[in-house]
């Protein structure tokens, strides 16, 4: 895939480390690019890292590098097998990290992402950040949490709204950097209680005009409920305000942990516009050709009627003008080279910048 400049999809994302005065430990990454055939791709990734110290944040910033740079060095066909190979050498990078430094040990990440190759959306994830869709007036969690408290609901244990209160809510079943490698989700959920074969399926949905993705860290999930998340959303004239506003009820509420969000729309005017294939000039060349050939049967035809009606005194031969088919080729597009993405080194602390093109635009309390 190429980078690109610009998105054919609105995003805006915040971040911010919350009221409690700890370090962000929250990392994203927003990219566009395109395929040869022209197809834009927009890629979205959010990690919350896990660790203290200082070990949260780089756990989280070595999610996002080796996630968006496998991504990039993708030609988006196999989007599931990126991902699966994505996570995995992600989460090896910040286990042997953590295992080389005191400072780190018992890092890890969550992660979770948005693939949208034109209008249709590929999702994976581990741990407790989520990814929401919000269309035709309602909002849908699209993730499941691999928590302990997700576990018990789903066992009919605890309800969604004691489990918000219980001891163990931040206890996490799959994150990034865990002894045993952790498997990518790609259940996408268009309804509660949908089975998972069916979500497993449900990958490659079609996204449709004003519909509106949200990616979160729990700071934001644990404060505010999911339809405030919507009213909010569909209060705001813009994401940039929508974005806002989500990070600052969250911390009006306590702000305990860092707050991340990343909101993407489909414009209501929406169209693919992607390259013409050669293939698709076929059907007008044969037919071309077809009719120059049927009009010079027919003129032929037409000549030896007329000269044995009126046969001249003198037979000159009439040699009829042949015509040249020139098929033009299709202009291919010019491709320009991907830069090369950062790479976690191997003393990743200081911390550096996540890469992306959009600013991380960190809101101060």
């Known amino acids: 895939m190429n980078r690109v400049s ?3 999809l ?13 370090n962000n430990e929250d990392r994203y990454a927003v990219a566009s690019f395109m395929l040869e055939d022209r197809m834009p791709v927009l890629f979205a990734v959010l990690a919350d890292g896990i660790g203290g110290h200082r070990g949260g944040e780089v ?3 070595l999610a996002v590098n080796y996630i968006m740079q496998a991504v990039a060095k993708s030609d988006g066909k196999h989007t599931r097998q990126t991902m699966e190979t994505a996570v995995g050498e992600a989460s090896e990078a910040i286990a042997a990290h953590s295992a080389t430094n005191d400072d780190l040990k018992g890092m890890g990440s969550t992660c979770a992402t948005a693939w949208i190759i034109g209008d249709r959306l590929y999702t994976s994830y581990v741990g407790d950040s989520r990814i929401y869709l919000m269309r035709s007036g309602r909002i849908q969690q699209l993730t499941t949490d691999h928590t302990w408290v997700q576990e018990a609901i789903e066992k009919g244990i605890l309800t969604p709204e004691l489990a918000r209160e219980h001891p163990n809510v931040h206890v996490i079943r799959r994150y990034l950097g865990s002894p045993v490698p952790p498997d990518p989700d790609f259940r996408l959920k268009w309804f509660d209680g949908e089975g998972d074969r069916n979500a497993d399926g449900n ?15 729990d700071g934001l999930t644990d404060l505010v409920w999911n ?24 911390n009006s509420r306590g702000g305990h942990d860092n707050i991340t969000v990343i909101l993407i729309s489909v414009p209501s005017d929406f169209k ?11 059907p007008w060349v044969i037919g071309g050709v077809a009719g120059l050939m049927f009009v ?23 040699v009829l003008p042949s015509a040249l088919v020139t098929e033009t080729p299709f ?8 830069p090369a993405l950062p790479t976690a080194t191997a003393e990743p602390l200081p911390v550096a910048p996540t890469y992306t093109p959009w600013p991380t635009n960190t809101v101060n309390p």
């Open 59 to 61: 756990a989280a910033e």
């Open 296 to 318: 010079l049967v027919a003129a032929s035809i037409l000549t030896f009627s007329l000269m044995r009606r009126n046969p001249p005194s003198t037979f000159t031969p009439t």
């Open 227 to 250: 339809d405030e998340i919507l009213e909010i959303v569909r209060a705001k004239p813009t994401l940039k305000e929508a974005a806002r506003a989500l990070v600052d009820l969250a």
């Open 203 to 217: 990958q490659g949905a079609q996204l449709l005009p004003n519909d509106v993705l949200l990616l979160c860290s």
């Open 331 to 338: 202009p291919s597009p010019t491709e320009s080279p991907l």
């Open 6 to 8: 610009r998105a054919h």
């Open 272 to 282: 693919l516009k992607t390259k013409k294939k050669d293939s698709d000039w076929l």
């Open 10 to 22: 609105n995003v805006e994302a915040q971040s911010h480390p919350g009221m409690t005065g700890k």
